[in-house]
């Protein structure tokens, strides 16, 4: 499975590659179609291992989430008769 940019993304990275080029090689500027075969590169060789991280966090984080549930939503059981028995001063069992 390929990491696929929509065409609006494609064109802002394109771009964006451009304007780092330009701004931090000394003034070298890169060609839109070296620019998109770079972004390409990027996607296909670092992509994965980026996607799998933010699985892995995502994963991480759910956990996480997952063990606190009963301290979240924890419920006290069987609360009707000490509930009876504190608002009359006592109670029978």
Request: proline content about 2%.
């Given at each position: ?10 064109q ?7 304007r780092?080029?330009e701004?931090?090689?000394?003034g ?12 390409g ?9 980026l996607y799998?991280?933010g699985?892995a ?26 509930r009876?028995?504190t ?7």
């Amino acid at each position: 499975m390929g990491i696929e940019l929509s065409k609006e993304q494609r064109q802002q990275a394109i771009a964006s590659i451009e304007r780092y080029f330009e701004q931090n090689m000394d003034g070298e500027r890169i060609g839109n179609v070296a620019a998109g075969a770079l972004l390409g590169f990027f996607l296909e060789e670092l992509g994965p291992s980026l996607y799998n991280k933010g699985v892995a966090d995502a994963q991480e984080r759910l956990l996480m989430r997952a063990q606190e549930l009963d301290i979240e939503i924890h419920e006290d059981e069987f609360r009707y008769w000490p509930r009876q028995g504190t608002a009359r001063g006592g109670g029978r069992r």
